[in-house]
């Protein structure tokens, strides 16, 4: 009995434990709306936002996000941020949209734009910059015009307040190219060529994981081939006849060794330290990647060459805007809320954050000066953006998730032969009705 | 008469029940509920448009759902031949033997409680082309590398692993069943003249019959369910999608591809599959239970 | 139960063995399965002890020198204690809920003939079948809706239901085979039912219980996956989230994730070697009657 007794207490209490740290931060929340109308004196009330992102992990902004929320609560005692971040993959996406869609949305959000984001505006559940400026005319007025074009949505408006910009494009490895004497690949010839090399070198000449994220060599392919104008479509009722003709050269690509040999069950992290560590000669990536090279002195990056009959013009590069900070529809109607989420991406979107995101990587929302101390790959990739004559946002941006994951995992079987190009991208439009 | 008033019974029952009910039976229902709906996208979740039957129908034209079909019947005759194969041959030779029985009793349930992301894990650093264990092993032979998760060779080094773990498992269960078989038995069977392989046939194995019948329905439901080592092991059915498991591919179609309405309706299926086969299974392998 | 008993049987079936030949083949083949769970385990914490580009060349020596760097890496990025106090947390209060729960309704089944007994028994067995996944997404939104996100309850309170069904089993199982008699004297003197369940039912059934605590235990503090759903702010991770977070932004530094491996399962293992011999007595009960 004296056992079962203990058993009860000790119940009793972890339930009285647990009451009592959950207290901590609803009991904020809930207390806030009802105390006083927001415009009178917001600065002495408590207010807790809660912030998700995709500056975590190994995002190279990761650290001075960090910073900028420290700076932010600094300058704001009264404000408290309850800061979720984590690396961005389809299960980060999938955790966010999660929330949104059981009532645990976020107060702002940094999320990407486009396809991943039709959802939440479809259920209102993010507010537009147009509503916000009605009542906060400064609202991201910083921003260049440029950079604000690539958060149109679908229904004209925008909701999403950018800081960075990425570029997508070919890293090589240069002390490779230089010790096998290789030249780089400005063009399809050449990039055959190095392939070849480093094949017979027994360096793995193109570093990718076609089970995890095959994503960039998909979009360069097709844009390869069939250049801007057929890459920038969504197709519904047909595919353009170069997306096939783009595809089929992951087969030309696989069957020339260019891949390393587990290409097919590799994951994506294995993939790019094998490049970091000099394993692997070149790697399609974005910006993002820059953080993480060890060896920024001997890295750079070049537009993927236009296949021999491709139709796009050499310097044509995949990349945009394609994130930034949404206010949830759930902050803005709370009073208590409104105006510490609009500080917060005020604070966030300011001249001064966004220098410090373009620091690492890629091109700067606003008209800041450029980040001084550039490593040659980061020269390499703001030259890259500055010669483009077309910048084109990603496919995925625009396919529906199931036909675009469709596509993701036929890849594999289209490089061996399996799949024809042309079966994969009709199941493609079926699903993209 | 002590158990005649059924009052005390809520006091018992009504907890378990309310906790069952809330957490278990009801998502469960609102599950089924879902499969009949066109959902995409998890945000839609209270809005999906009504489909009727569709998503059934339109698992029956999904090649991958073939595959992962498959792939789990491939597991369940796995599970059945090699899990609790090797099981009741272990058991059977640590029940012969006096010396460190406790010993394999102890270290063969170590697998068991190992997590499936810790096991996969440790497998991912066994495959690995470039320095895993397995490669590490063939070239100090003098052997070529192989590439361990193959088209070919992939879902069997994906379910390698899966049998692997549970063997103990299932070998704890068989044994306690042996050392339950009374002593005199045996000692019946000796004057009779029946001894060694004879032994285990006519005696051992017959009496418990009723606890390898039960390893098979859990080996056999067990591997309709597998879902998290295989997806540690080879995210997205790793390579092109060969490896999926129903299991698997329900979790790809409802978080990654967000048709959470189809991947409701696969998960049914895994359920329905689960009835029909282990109720199968206890007709198969109907016999008398022996009463000793 | 009866240690002395049991020796004795083997020594009666042992003679039963003969021959030499015979002892070997079979010890060999118990020592060479013995060596897939013992050896793996030790490559792995074997390694964990080296630098990672030993591991990728010679991952058979033993550490003889053995280098803490991937513990201090490992140990400097993440709060490890805390999140060993979360996982102890979380799985200390399921066991008990779940003790409890089942134990009191594994008691009414077997004690009690109702009208719904049958129908309950296979609704306990039959959501054995349900995968975990399939309940998820509800699940979330109960658990929002209970304002228990990020909460050590949002995955105590789901865990104990996807564990009871198993536990009322085992429990069962082994209830059942305990004789009527003496719950039938207690009543005689006087005893409620009430008295009977705490001072009979429950110490008789200590070793089905332990066994129903290690289950519990292994698969509360192993399941990664509503736990990764469930819990989002990082001081609230438990020990699996955070080290498969770990090893998704480090997966070629092979030293960190054999360190990550052992910091998994140490615990598990060590649980496991003190209570195993209850593994046994409770489970075979329940299993073989269930």
Same mark, same amino acid.
């Given at each position: 009995?004296?056992?079962?007794?203990?058993?009860?207490?000790?119940?009793?209490?972890?339930?009285?434990? /647990?009451?009592?740290?959950?207290?901590?931060?609803?009991?904020?929340?809930?207390?806030?709306?009802?105390?006083?109308?927001?415009?009178?004196?917001?600065?002495?009330?408590?207010?807790?936002?809660?912030?998700?992102?995709?500056?975590?992990?190994?995002?190279?902004?990761?650290?001075?996000?960090?910073?900028?929320?420290?700076?932010?609560?600094?300058?704001?005692?009264?404000?408290?941020?309850?800061?979720?971040?984590?690396?961005?993959?389809?299960?980060?996406?999938?955790?966010?949209?999660?929330?949104?869609?059981?009532?645990?949305?976020?107060?702002?959000?940094?999320?990407?734009?486009?396809?991943?984001?039709?959802?939440?505006?479809?259920?209102?559940?993010?507010?537009?910059?147009?509503?916000?400026?009605?009542?906060?005319?400064?609202?991201?007025?910083?921003?260049?015009?440029?950079?604000?074009?690539?958060?149109?949505?679908?229904?004209?408006?925008?909701?999403?307040?950018?800081?960075?910009?990425?570029?997508?494009?070919? /890293?090589?490895?240069?002390?490779?190219?230089?010790?096998?004497?290789?030249?780089? &690949?400005?063009?399809?010839?050449?990039?055959?060529?190095?392939?070849?090399?480093?094949?017979?070198?027994?360096?793995?000449?193109?570093?990718?994981?076609?089970?995890?994220?095959?994503?960039?060599?998909?979009?360069?392919?097709?844009?390869?081939?069939?250049?801007?104008?057929?890459?920038?479509?969504?197709?519904?009722?047909?595919?353009?006849?170069?997306?096939?003709?783009?595809?089929?050269?992951?087969?030309?690509?696989?069957?020339?060794?260019?891949?390393?040999?587990?290409?097919?069950?590799?994951?994506?992290?294995?993939?790019?330290?094998?490049?970091?560590?000099?394993?692997?000669?070149?790697?399609?990536?974005?910006?993002?990647?820059?953080?993480?090279?060890?060896?920024?002195?001997?890295?750079?990056?070049?537009?993927?060459?236009?296949?021999?009959?491709?139709?796009?013009?050499?310097?044509?590069?995949?990349?945009?805007?394609?994130?930034?900070?949404?206010?949830?529809?759930?902050?803005?109607?709370?009073?208590?809320?409104?105006?510490?989420?609009?500080?917060?991406?005020?604070?966030?979107?300011?001249?001064?954050?966004?220098?410090?995101?373009?620091?690492?990587?890629?091109?700067?929302?606003?008209?800041?000066?450029?980040?001084?101390?550039?490593?040659?790959?980061?020269?390499?990739?703001?030259?890259?953006?500055?010669?483009?004559?077309?910048?084109?946002?990603?496919?995925?941006?625009?396919?529906?998730?199931?036909?675009?994951?469709?596509?993701?995992?036929?890849?594999?079987?289209?490089?061996?032969?399996?799949?024809?190009?042309?079966?994969?991208?009709?199941?493609?439009?079926?699903? %993209?009705? | 008469?002590?158990?005649?008033?059924?009052?005390?019974?809520?006091?018992?029952?009504?907890?378990?029940?309310?906790?069952?009910?809330?957490?278990?039976?009801?998502?469960?229902?609102?599950?089924?509920?879902?499969?009949?709906?066109?959902?995409?996208?998890?945000?839609?979740?209270?809005?999906?448009?009504?489909?009727?039957?569709?998503?059934?129908?339109?698992?029956?034209?999904?090649? /991958? !759902?073939?595959?992962?079909?498959?792939?789990?019947?491939?597991?369940?005759?796995?599970?059945?031949?090699?899990?609790?194969?090797?099981?009741?041959?272990?058991?059977?030779?640590?029940?012969?033997?006096?010396?460190?029985?406790?010993?394999?009793?102890?270290?063969?349930?170590?697998?068991?409680?190992?997590?499936?992301?810790?096991?996969?894990?440790?497998?991912?650093?066994?495959?690995?082309?470039?320095?895993?264990?397995?490669?590490? =092993?063939?070239?100090?032979?003098?052997?070529?590398?192989?590439?361990?998760?193959?088209?070919?060779?992939?879902?069997?080094?994906?379910?390698? &692993?899966?049998?692997?773990?549970?063997?103990?498992?299932?070998?704890? !269960?068989?044994?306690?069943?042996?050392?339950?078989?009374?002593?005199?038995?045996?000692?019946?069977?000796?004057?009779?003249?029946?001894?060694?392989?004879?032994? =285990?046939?006519?005696?051992?194995?017959?009496?418990?019959?009723?606890?390898?019948?039960?390893?098979?329905?859990?080996?056999?439901?067990?591997?309709?369910?597998?879902?998290?080592?295989?997806?540690?092991? $080879? &995210?997205?059915?790793?390579?092109?999608?060969?490896?999926?498991?129903?299991?698997?591919?329900?979790?790809?179609?409802?978080?990654?591809?967000?048709?959470?309405?189809?991947?409701?309706?696969?998960?049914?299926?895994?359920?329905?599959?689960?009835?029909?086969?282990?109720?199968?299974?206890?007709?198969?392998?109907?016999?008398?239970?022996?009463?000793? | 139960?009866?240690?002395?008993?049991?020796? /004795?049987?083997?020594?009666?079936?042992?003679?039963?063995?003969?021959?030499?030949?015979?002892?070997?083949?079979?010890?060999?083949?118990?020592? @060479?399965?013995?060596?897939?769970?013992?050896?793996?385990?030790?490559?792995?914490?074997?390694?964990?002890?080296?630098?990672?580009?030993?591991?990728?060349?010679?991952?058979?020596?033993?550490?003889?020198?053995?280098? @803490?760097? %991937?513990?201090?890496?490992?140990?400097?990025?993440?709060?490890?204690?805390?999140?060993?106090?979360?996982?102890?947390?979380?799985?200390?209060?399921?066991?008990?809920?779940?003790?409890?729960?089942?134990?009191?309704?594994?008691?009414?089944?077997?004690?009690?003939?109702?009208?719904?007994?049958?129908?309950?028994?296979?609704?306990?067995?039959?959501?054995?079948?349900?995968?975990?996944?399939?309940?998820?997404?509800?699940?979330?939104?109960?658990?929002?809706?209970?304002?228990?996100?990020?909460?050590?309850?949002?995955?105590?309170?789901?865990?104990?239901?996807?564990?009871?069904?198993?536990?009322?089993?085992?429990?069962?199982?082994?209830?059942?085979?305990?004789?009527?008699?003496?719950?039938?004297? $207690?009543?005689?003197?006087?005893?409620?039912?009430?008295?009977?369940?705490?001072?009979?039912?429950?110490?008789?059934?200590?070793?089905?219980?332990?066994?129903?605590?290690?289950?519990?235990?292994?698969?509360?503090?192993?399941?990664?996956?509503?736990?990764?759903?469930?819990?989002?702010?990082?001081?609230?991770?438990?020990?699996?989230?955070?080290?498969?977070?770990?090893?998704?932004?480090?997966?070629?530094?092979?030293?960190?994730?054999?360190?990550?491996?052992? =910091?998994?399962?140490?615990?598990?293992?060590?649980?496991?070697?003190?209570?195993?011999?209850? !593994?046994?007595?409770?489970?075979?009960?329940?299993?073989?009657?269930?």
């Amino acid at each position: 009995m004296k056992r079962i007794l203990a058993v009860l207490i000790l119940l009793a209490m972890t339930i009285t434990m /647990f009451a009592a740290c959950s207290k901590a931060t609803p009991a904020d929340d809930t207390k806030s709306p009802d105390s006083s109308a927001p415009s009178e004196s917001p600065a002495n009330e408590k207010v807790v936002l809660r912030t998700v992102s995709m500056f975590g992990g190994t995002d190279p902004s990761a650290a001075d996000y960090q910073q900028l929320i420290k700076d932010f609560t600094n300058a704001n005692p009264h404000i408290t941020i309850n800061d979720e971040s984590a690396t961005s993959d389809e299960t980060w996406k999938a955790r966010v949209t999660t929330d949104f869609s059981s009532g645990n949305d976020p107060d702002v959000v940094f999320f990407f734009t486009g396809a991943d984001a039709k959802q939440l505006i479809d259920a209102n559940k993010v507010v537009s910059l147009e509503e916000i400026r009605k009542e906060y005319p400064d609202y991201a007025k910083n921003i260049s015009e440029a950079a604000m074009g690539f958060m149109q949505e679908f229904d004209g408006k925008h909701y999403a307040v950018p800081v960075r910009g990425f570029y997508e494009g070919l /890293f090589c490895n240069t002390d490779l190219f230089e010790k096998y004497n290789v030249e780089l &690949p400005t063009d399809w010839e050449k990039f055959e060529t190095a392939i070849k090399k480093f094949k017979e070198a027994g360096i793995v000449p193109i570093a990718v994981s076609f089970s995890d994220v095959p994503h960039y060599w998909i979009e360069h392919l097709i844009l390869a081939e069939g250049g801007y104008e057929d890459h920038k479509l969504n197709p519904k009722d047909t595919y353009p006849e170069s997306w096939a003709k783009g595809l089929s050269y992951f087969k030309t690509l696989k069957d020339m060794g260019a891949f390393p040999v587990d290409v097919n069950a590799i994951k994506n992290d294995i993939i790019t330290n094998m490049f970091y560590d000099k394993q692997a000669a070149m790697i399609l990536d974005g910006s993002w990647i820059v953080g993480g090279i060890k060896d920024p002195q001997t890295t750079t990056v070049l537009p993927v060459p236009p296949t021999p009959n491709g139709k796009k013009d050499p310097t044509d590069i995949i990349g945009g805007f394609s994130a930034g900070f949404y206010i949830s529809r759930k902050a803005w109607d709370d009073p208590a809320k409104r105006d510490a989420a609009v500080k917060f991406v005020q604070h966030m979107t300011s001249n001064e954050a966004i220098s410090m995101f373009a620091k690492v990587a890629g091109a700067p929302a606003a008209d800041v000066p450029a980040p001084g101390g550039l490593t040659p790959v980061m020269e390499a990739g703001i030259k890259l953006g500055g010669q483009a004559k077309h910048i084109d946002m990603p496919i995925d941006s625009r396919l529906n998730k199931e036909a675009w994951t469709y596509l993701v995992s036929m890849i594999g079987s289209i490089a061996d032969g399996q799949a024809t190009p042309e079966n994969v991208l009709t199941e493609v439009i079926n699903k %993209n009705k | 008469m002590l158990y005649k008033d059924k009052r005390p019974l809520i006091f018992f029952l009504v907890p378990a029940l309310i906790v069952l009910g809330t957490f278990l039976y009801y998502p469960f229902v609102k599950n089924i509920i879902n499969s009949f709906y066109e959902i995409n996208g998890l945000a839609a979740l209270d809005g999906g448009k009504f489909a009727g039957l569709q998503n059934y129908k339109n698992m029956i034209n999904d090649p /991958f !759902i073939r595959l992962a079909l498959k792939n789990n019947l491939l597991m369940m005759g796995f599970s059945v031949v090699f899990q609790v194969g090797i099981a009741l041959i272990l058991a059977l030779m640590v029940d012969s033997i006096s010396r460190g029985a406790q010993f394999f009793r102890t270290v063969y349930f170590f697998p068991v409680v190992i997590s499936a992301t810790a096991i996969g894990l440790m497998f991912n650093l066994f495959y690995a082309y470039n320095g895993g264990l397995f490669n590490q =092993i063939l070239t100090r032979l003098g052997f070529d590398p192989v590439l361990w998760l193959s088209d070919k060779l992939g879902i069997y080094m994906v379910s390698l &692993p899966v049998i692997w773990q549970y063997v103990g498992f299932y070998f704890v !269960i068989i044994l306690t069943g042996l050392n339950g078989i009374p002593e005199e038995i045996f000692e019946y069977a000796v004057l009779d003249g029946v001894t060694g392989i004879k032994k =285990i046939w006519y005696i051992s194995l017959p009496l418990i019959w009723d606890v390898i019948k039960v390893c098979m329905t859990l080996a056999i439901t067990g591997a309709l369910k597998v879902f998290d080592l295989p997806w540690v092991l $080879a &995210p997205n059915g790793a390579p092109k999608g060969l490896t999926h498991f129903l299991g698997t591919y329900m979790y790809f179609k409802t978080f990654i591809s967000q048709s959470a309405g189809y991947g409701a309706a696969i998960s049914v299926f895994i359920v329905i599959l689960g009835l029909i086969v282990s109720f199968t299974v206890n007709k198969l392998f109907k016999r008398d239970t022996i009463v000793y | 139960m009866d240690n002395t008993a049991i020796s /004795f049987e083997k020594q009666v079936r042992r003679t039963k063995i003969t021959g030499i030949a015979a002892k070997i083949c079979i010890y060999i083949v118990l020592i @060479l399965w013995s060596l897939t769970t013992v050896y793996t385990l030790f490559w792995v914490v074997n390694n964990s002890f080296k630098d990672k580009t030993v591991i990728l060349t010679d991952s058979f020596s033993l550490a003889l020198q053995p280098v @803490l760097d %991937n513990y201090i890496n490992a140990f400097g990025r993440l709060n490890i204690g805390r999140a060993y106090l979360n996982s102890f947390i979380i799985s200390g209060t399921t066991i008990i809920f779940v003790m409890v729960l089942a134990g009191l309704a594994a008691y009414a089944m077997t004690r009690y003939k109702f009208r719904l007994r049958n129908t309950l028994y296979l609704l306990f067995a039959g959501s054995l079948l349900f995968p975990a996944f399939s309940t998820i997404v509800p699940i979330f939104k109960m658990v929002y809706d209970m304002n228990l996100v990020s909460h050590p309850l949002g995955v105590i309170i789901p865990q104990t239901a996807g564990n009871l069904s198993f536990a009322i089993i085992v429990l069962m199982g082994f209830m059942s085979n305990l004789p009527l008699e003496l719950e039938e004297a $207690a009543f005689m003197e006087g005893c409620n039912v009430f008295n009977i369940f705490f001072k009979i039912i429950l110490p008789i059934s200590r070793p089905a219980f332990a066994t129903v605590a290690i289950f519990t235990f292994i698969w509360s503090y192993n399941d990664l996956f509503l736990q990764m759903v469930i819990l989002r702010r990082r001081e609230t991770y438990p020990i699996c989230t955070l080290l498969n977070e770990i090893t998704s932004q480090f997966g070629t530094d092979f030293g960190l994730m054999a360190a990550a491996v052992t =910091i998994v399962i140490l615990p598990v293992l060590l649980v496991y070697l003190f209570l195993q011999k209850n !593994i046994v007595k409770g489970l075979t009960a329940g299993a073989v009657k269930g």
